[in-house]
């Protein structure tokens, strides 16, 4: 087994800051070492065994407390309907909505998805548009490479190879790597799911 370097604090003290001070990035970190399990705490030497309901309790906590960034793994926790987690596209369209209002792009990127997949919520392109300007406004490279897709399909706004062009560009200067089209026209299926982030 590995042994993480938790510089600022092992898992019983995140649990402590979580449930005692509504810490919700401690929430967050003690939840990723429960997703991923498998190796020593160094701060205490005991194993952290793997756990994904346990890990999922506390990315809720944070995600309806103080940190956005965990709305996006529960949400894809309940997305996935595995390790004993009831599938539930209701309530991870909530969770990322909850992330998304706490201003975390990731989040606001998966709820756009939703609309655009019909996953939780009916299929509107149109909703999904005015979030994904947002969140590609912010340096999000995903939400421009979504949103010149949809521009290029005419999907919920006016075919325009203009904007097809200008988010294509813009996704390949946020991500700062090749063109993410590769060159070659999008597809429906060039829609990317939401960043798996810890999972």
Do not use: W
């Not at 994904?132 to 949809?150: A, R, Y």
Request: proline share 5%.
């Amino acid at each position: 087994s590995s042994v993480i370097n938790a510089e600022y604090g092992g898992f019983e003290q995140y649990k402590k800051n979580c449930y005692e001070y509504e810490a919700g990035m401690s929430c967050h970190n003690a939840g990723n070492m429960l997703l991923v399990g498998g190796f020593k705490d160094q701060h205490s030497d005991f194993t952290i065994e793997r756990d994904v309901p346990a890990a999922a309790e506390l990315f809720k906590r944070a995600c309806t407390t103080t940190y956005g960034r965990s709305c996006v793994p529960i949400a894809r926790l309940l997305q996935y309907g595995k390790y004993n987690i009831p599938k539930d596209y209701n309530k991870a369209f909530e969770y990322l909505s909850i992330g998304c209002k706490k201003n975390n792009n990731d989040s606001c990127f998966a709820k756009a998805n939703c609309y655009i997949q019909g996953m939780g919520v009916e299929k509107d392109y149109s909703k999904a548009i005015p979030i994904l300007e947002d969140t590609c406004s912010k340096g999000h490279h995903q939400s421009c490479h979504n949103l010149g897709v949809l521009y290029y399909h005419g999907h919920g706004v006016d075919k325009n190879m203009d904007k097809f062009k200008y988010y294509n560009n813009q996704a390949k200067i946020f991500r700062g790597q090749s063109n993410p089209f590769q060159d070659k026209p999008p597809t429906p299926d060039d829609m990317t799911k939401p960043p798996v982030g810890a999972l």
